[in-house]
């Protein structure tokens, strides 16, 4: 047909899956059969395995389900109807048996004291909803389990498996209708297809956009903390006879705590670091100074690979330990917060733990680490499709760091 491919997988996850279940239940299938439906269908939507369409752990999350899996759950949910049922007349037919009709007892035991009191009379068909949950998601996760195991086997295809420092994306059906078909094409290709042929490529250009887009969001969270009017402190009346709630202290945002922050960027240009707090040779990407509080933070941004994450954080820590301490024998409360973003846009967990430093949280925490992963998606992007042509170092205008040749400058 001439339908676009996201369009096919529509039609097969509302359309296809749920009538093809039916039949699958109602007759006897051997798992066999349901295996071959399967693959033809990973045939059919893009030619990838199942456990780069279905998989649920995978850190780039597709919203499609697999008929394995689904055909498993909806057995056991079957079994589990017919035998936890209260009605009689569902249950007609069964021989009643001394040995199963103990197990079940016990069983009924167990689970009583694990979900609390079980569906019965007019409460629903069958046993709780909360029990029968369960053990559907134990199906699922024992499925789960067989496609992690023949992903660790795949150097190409399980090439994610060795992200353990990157933080996972799921796309969902309403990002996948937005996005443009070069995107997919990419994220599925890049990671989930071939994860370790993007390293062929060229080193990354894009980490002054990326750069640009954590430094906006710094930006407006330091607008809204000078346009914020100041808390009123509120009065705690205690009765008499009655003890005082305490209530858990929330940590105070680091913006929160002056008012005259100023950011300097590196954005084409080597930042000087400020004289008037030390002298130093190093050129950090960011620096958050406050001079009412005698405050200044250094962040430094760096795009690895995936893979590289905890190698780059390490190594920027280390790199800039000694100017901070120097900064705090001057009289400054100074910290360093290295950020890492991943050239395919899978962020680090130090970008949420420097975000919520600053007093950047919930839903402008979301929408900032959706810009900023977008910005180093874009320019991985731009590389891919360009990776047939010829490349020259002089028009990249980008040369590697001493300290390591693939994580970019020193």
Not at 63 to 84: C, H, M, N, Q, W
Not at 244 to 264: F, I
Request: proline share 5%.
């Amino acid at each position: 047909s001439g339908l676009p491919g996201k369009f096919k997988a529509w039609i097969y996850q509302h359309g296809i899956l749920p009538r093809l279940l039916w039949p699958l239940l109602k007759y006897q299938v051997p798992i066999t059969t349901v295996e071959t439906l399967e693959r033809n269908i990973s045939q059919f939507l893009r030619s990838l395995s199942c456990i780069a369409l279905y998989g649920h752990t995978n850190k780039l999350q597709l919203p499609f389900s697999g008929l394995i899996e689904e055909f498993k759950v909806t057995r056991a949910r079957e079994v589990l109807l017919y035998r936890d049922s209260p009605d009689t007349r569902v249950r007609t037919g069964r021989k009643w048996r001394a040995q199963e009709a103990v197990q079940l007892a016990e069983a009924r035991l167990r689970h009583g004291v694990l979900v609390g009191s079980v569906a019965v009379g007019r409460a629903g068909l069958g046993c709780h909803k909360t029990l029968r949950q369960m053990i559907q998601g134990e199906v699922r996760a024992e499925v789960e389990e067989e496609r992690r195991s023949k992903t660790v086997a795949m150097r190409q295809q399980g090439a994610w498996t060795n992200w353990e420092h990157a933080l996972t994306r799921k796309i969902t059906w309403s990002e996948l209708w937005r996005s443009e078909p070069a995107r997919l094409k990419f994220l599925i290709h890049t990671i989930l297809v071939a994860g370790a042929h993007l390293e062929l490529l060229p080193e990354s250009t894009g980490r002054g956009e990326v750069l640009k887009a954590v430094a906006d969001t710094i930006c407006a969270g330091i607008q809204q903390i000078k346009h914020q009017p100041l808390a009123r402190p509120y009065i705690v009346f205690v009765r008499a006879g009655e003890k005082p709630q305490s209530h858990p202290k929330v940590p105070a945002d680091l913006l929160s705590t002056a008012g005259d922050w100023q950011l300097k960027v590196d954005l084409g240009r080597q930042l000087k670091f400020p004289d008037h707090i030390t002298s130093t040779t190093l050129r950090p990407d960011m620096v958050l100074t406050s001079e009412s509080t005698k405050q200044v933070v250094l962040l430094e941004l760096t795009v690895p690979w995936e893979d590289r994450i905890e190698e780059a954080f390490e190594r920027k820590k280390a790199k800039y330990l000694e100017l901070v301490e120097d900064c705090r024998r001057k009289g400054w409360r100074a910290r360093c917060e290295p950020i890492e973003v991943g050239c395919r846009g899978f962020p680090g967990q130090s970008l949420h733990r420097s975000l919520r430093l600053l007093g950047i949280r919930g839903a402008q925490e979301r929408k900032a680490t959706r810009n900023i992963c977008e910005a180093a998606e874009k320019a991985s992007r731009w590389l891919w499709i360009k990776r047939g042509d010829v490349w020259l170092s002089a028009l990249l205008g980008h040369k590697s760091g001493s300290d390591h040749p693939r994580l970019g400058r020193p």
